[in-house]
C-alpha cells in the first residue's frame, strides 16, 4: 500500500510514523541558532568583557556591552534565537541588569542538553531534571545571601557600583553610583508591614545632555525641563514663583482642517485682527489676575501653543513661558510640582498654581534648560542630568546608569545581597555536582549537566579578563570543595580567586535568582519543541 500523506505508513491496524529523525534535525537547528546568539555576546561578560559597534541603517552607531540593548539592535532571523532576544529583554524588565548573564547561562544550558540528547536521554526527561536542579541551585543561592537594612547606604552603594564596573563609563562608578542610590532612596516608598520598598523608575527622570563629561553628572531634587524659555525680553530667573501648567493654547483659534475663512476687504481683516488681539489679551490678563509669573504650555499639534503676539503680551506682564511640554512628561510634571493640569481658562485661579523656590534657565554652550528647585507641594521625583562629550558616551552612561538604577531597586524590592564575580553560580555548581553523585537515573546526567554549564560564568568572566580559564574555574572549584566559604569568585582585577565579599563585589540576590529561572524556563521551552510549522498567510 502506498505511503499516506503526512508521514504515516498502515501497516495492519498500527500507523508508524516514518520520518523520526526530523524532531531531533529540528531540536538540534534550535539549539544551534540559541547558542550563536549566545556566543555572540559571551565576550562582553563581565568588568573585562568587550564592547560592541552597532551600526543602525540609518548610520547611527551605537557602543555598548549591555546584552539588551546588543540584542534589541541585533537582526535575528530564526524562531528560536529570537527566543533569547526576548529572554534578554524579560530579564531587563524584571531585574534591570544581569542581560548578558541570562543569555550566557541558557548558552551552556543549551549546550548542556545537546550533549544529553546524544546520550539519548529523552528531551522531557532533560527538561524535568533541569527544573529540579534549578530549585536545587536557588536554594544554594539563597542560602548565601544577606539580608540588608535599606537604610544601609554603604551595602547600596556596593552593589551599584559592581553593577557599573562592567560597563563602558566603569571609570566613574565612583560619581554615577552614589547618584543612582540617592535617585532611588528619594523616591521608595516603604511597604507597610512588609520586608522591602516600592520603586517606580519612572518617578526617576533621565535627561542627556551634550557637553561636559560624565563626571559633571548631577542629581536635582526637583524638576528639569530640557528646552529653553520662549520669551524674547521675558524674564530668566524666578524666585519664589507661582507656576501653572495649562492645557490649552496662547494662540487665535483655527478653524477645522478642510475650511478656510475666506476675508474679503480690509475692513474685516481689521476686525478680524482686533479679535485676535483682544482674545489673547483676555486670556493674558487672566493669567496676571492668578498671580502666575511661570506658565507651562502643554504641546498642541492642532496649533500653535504660542502666538508671537502672546509672547509679546507675557513679556510685558514679566511671566516666563516654556511651552511643548510633551503629553507623556505631564504626568511626571504634576507629580513633581504637586500641581494639576489646567484644561480651560476658567480655571486659571490662583488655588490651581503652585509655589516653588526658584525657576531658573541655565546657559549652557550646548544649549539652555529650566531647572526649578525647591517644590514644596511636590511628590517624590527626582532628575538626573547625565553629561558626556559626545551622543554614544552620553547614550551609554545614561543606559549604564539605568542599569545601576535597577540593580539598588532590586535591592529594595528583595533586601539580600550576595557575592559577585561567578561565586553564586560557583557554589550552586559544586552543590548540584555533590547532589548528583546520589542521584537516581537520568537525573544524575541532568544534574552533573546543570552544574557544568553553570561554570560557564566563572569560566567567561576569567577568559575575558585573559586569564586561563581551566586553571581559573578548577581553582574556584577547589575553593568551593574545600568549604572555604560560598563568597569565593573570579577577581579580574588581581587575576586570581579571592572572598569577593572582602572585594566588596556584591549583587542584588534578585539578579541571579531572575536570572537562572529564566534561562532555564527558555531551555526548557526550546527542548519542547519538536517542529516549525509555517503560517498560510
Known amino acids: 500500500m502506498a505511503p499516506k500523506a503526512g508521514g504515516y505508513s498502515a501497516k495492519g491496524n498500527s500507523a508508524v510514523y516514518k520520518d523520526k529523525s526530523k524532531p531531533t534535525d529540528i531540536r538540534l537547528s534550535n539549539i544551534n541558532a540559541a547558542k550563536a546568539v549566545s556566543d555572540a555576546i559571551r565576550t562582553s561578560l563581565g568588568p573585562r568583557g568587550m564592547d560592541k559597534m552597532i551600526q543602525a541603517s540609518n548610520g547611527e552607531v551605537t557602543i ?15 524562531p528560536a534565537a529570537k527566543m533569547l ?9 524584571e531585574a534591570g541588569d544581569g542581560t548578558t548573564s541570562v543569555v550566557v547561562i541558557a548558552g551552556a544550558l543549551l549546550d548542556a542538553a545537546e550533549k544529553l540528547l546524544q546520550k539519548g536521554i529523552h528531551p522531557t526527561v532533560i527538561s524535568d531534571g533541569f527544573q529540579k536542579a534549578l530549585q536545587m541551585a536557588l536554594q544554594v543561592v539563597e542560602g548565601m545571601s544577606t539580608p540588608v537594612d535599606l537604610a544601609n547606604e554603604d551595602a547600596l552603594l556596593k552593589a551599584a557600583a559592581t553593577s557599573l564596573n562592567s560597563k563602558v563609563v566603569s571609570q566613574h562608578s565612583t ?21 522591602g520598598a516600592r520603586v517606580d523608575l519612572r518617578d526617576v527622570k533621565v535627561i542627556e545632555r551634550i557637553g561636559g563629561t560624565v563626571e559633571d553628572t548631577e542629581l536635582i531634587q526637583g524638576l528639569v525641563i530640557p528646552r529653553r524659555a520662549n520669551n524674547v525680553n521675558g524674564p530668566h530667573r524666578i524666585e519664589k514663583a507661582k507656576v501653572g501648567l495649562i492645557q490649552f493654547c496662547i494662540s487665535p483659534p483655527k478653524t477645522d482642517m478642510d475650511h478656510n475663512v475666506i476675508v474679503s476687504d480690509y475692513a474685516a481683516m481689521d476686525r478680524v485682527l482686533k479679535e485676535e ?19 507651562l504650555v502643554q504641546k498642541s499639534i492642532l496649533r500653535d501653543a504660542l502666538s508671537d503676539l ?34 480651560s481658562l476658567d480655571h486659571f485661579t490662583a488655588e490651581n498654581l503652585v509655589n516653588v523656590d526658584l525657576v531658573e534657565e541655565i546657559n549652557e554652550p550646548c544649549g539652555k534648560y529650566i531647572k526649578m528647585t525647591g517644590c514644596a507641594g511636590g511628590g517624590k521625583t527626582v532628575s538626573v542630568l547625565v553629561r558626556g562629550t559626545s551622543n554614544a558616551v552620553v547614550a551609554e552612561a545614561s543606559r549604564s546608569l539605568h542599569d545601576a538604577l535597577c540593580v539598588v531597586r532590586c535591592v529594595a524590592r528583595r533586601p539580600a545581597l550576595i557575592a559577585g564575580g561567578g561565586a553564586p553560580e560557583a557554589a550552586a555548581a559544586a552543590a548540584l555536582a ?71 563585589v556584591l549583587q542584588p540576590l534578585h539578579v541571579t535568582a531572575s536570572a537562572l529561572a529564566l ?11 519538536d517542529d516549525i510549522v509555517n503560517t498560510i498567510n
Open 64 to 78: 555598548t556591552n549591555d546584552g539588551a540593548t546588543i540584542l534589541k539592535q541585533m537582526s535575528v532571523i530564526h
Open 85 to 93: 532576544v526576548e529572554l534578554s529583554r524579560a530579564q531587563d524588565i
Open 175 to 195: 560619581i554615577l553610583a552614589p547618584i543612582a542610590v540617592q535617585a532611588i532612596r528619594a523616591v521608595m516608598e516603604p511597604i507597610p508591614n512588609g520586608i
Open 277 to 295: 488681539r483682544q482674545y489673547i489679551l483676555n486670556i493674558v490678563k487672566q493669567i496676571k489676575k492668578a498671580g502666575c509669573n511661570v506658565l
Open 310 to 343: 502672546a509672547i509679546h503680551f507675557l513679556d510685558k506682564i514679566k511671566t516666563m513661558v516654556i511651552k511643548d511640554i510633551e503629553r507623556e512628561d505631564i504626568e511626571f510634571v504634576c507629580k513633581t510640582l504637586g500641581c494639576r493640569p489646567i484644561a
Open 434 to 504: 555533590r547532589a548528583a553523585v546520589a542521584a537516581p537515573g537520568a537525573d544524575h546526567y541532568c544534574l552533573r549537566g546543570y552544574a557544568d554549564a553553570l561554570e560557564v560564568v566563572p569560566s567567561t568572566l576569567a577568559e575575558n579578563a585573559g586569564l586561563n580559564p581551566i586553571e581559573t574555574v578548577t581553582e574556584l572549584r577547589a575553593a568551593h570543595a574545600a568549604g572555604a566559604g560560598a563568597s569565593a569568585g573570579v577577581n579580574v582585577r588581581r587575576g586570581r580567586v579571592t572572598d569577593m565579599r572582602a572585594e566588596h
Open 519 to 529: 534561562a532555564t524556563e527558555t531551555v526548557r521551552a526550546i527542548l519542547k519543541i
